[in-house]
């Protein structure tokens, strides 16, 4: 069956900081995988998604992530936070062969500090 | 655009009340979905549609009753609803099943009294 692993429920960080968000994934075949932001009572927005190809992705907000097969991760990264940053981050695996089933990791939530 | 709008924002119901969300996308999706999202959780899937066709129901109970009425709009229909199932409802939509991203839209935040 497909998991998704955060394994930080919170992180802060200072404005200016750079950030490393964790995602580790459980998935038999090729995973087809995702991080979506989620402000305050808000839907969840896509910011950046990995198919196949280039294991480097760029994303909206100057976000990317790295997928490592061997390590089974797709941890997501920014070089200088903002505090408009501060939001709850998912990473999920889209399950193809269970109609396009997303499964979400429990979640972080990043705190951005002046 | 990727614009995915549901209405209302905010619905509080009672337990006997019938009540429906609304979901509406202009993409050209074929493929549309209801998530649940408990406070603090992450969301999990209730219901997928494939070209108006229902192809995924995750043992939802039947006290919610989803419908596709065309390939733009996606309703999920209330009746006799506990207070547990007090949550953050989203509807997302894909280009169609397999492999695509979800756009997701703001939600309804339902309250049941």
């Known amino acids: 069956a497909q998991s998704v692993t955060q394994p930080d429920i919170h992180i802060t960080v200072s404005e200016g900081a750079s950030l490393e968000l964790r995602c580790n994934y459980s998935y038999g075949a090729t995973p087809y995988l995702f991080w979506y932001v989620q402000s305050p009572g808000q839907g969840l927005q896509l910011l950046l998604k990995y198919f196949s190809g280039d294991t480097l992705v760029q994303g909206i907000k100057g976000f990317e992530a790295e997928f490592k097969r061997s390590q089974s991760s797709f941890n997501l990264r920014k070089p200088s936070v903002h505090w408009s940053d501060a939001a709850e981050y998912f990473c999920a695996v889209g399950a193809v062969d269970k109609g396009n089933k997303l499964v979400f990791g429990a979640g972080t939530i990043l705190r951005v500090k002046s | 655009d990727t614009e995915v709008t549901q209405t209302p924002k905010h619905l509080v119901m009672g337990m006997t009340n019938k009540k429906s969300l609304k979901c509406e996308q202009h993409?050209?999706?074929?493929?549309m979905y209801w998530y649940k999202q408990k406070a603090k959780k992450p969301p999990e899937l209730m219901f997928v549609?494939?070209?108006?066709?229902?192809?995924i129901n995750e043992s939802v109970p039947s006290r919610f009753s989803p419908e596709c009425p065309n390939s733009s709009l996606l309703n999920l229909h209330l009746h006799a609803l506990q207070p547990e199932d007090s949550a953050l409802y989203l509807c997302?939509?894909?280009?169609?099943?397999?492999?695509?991203?979800?756009?997701f839209g703001p939600g309804t935040r339902l309250t049941v009294t």
């Open positions: 549609y494939s070209y108006e066709k229902l192809s």
């Open positions: 993409m050209g999706h074929r493929a």
């Open positions: 997302a939509s894909s280009p169609r099943l397999r492999a695509y991203e979800q756009y």
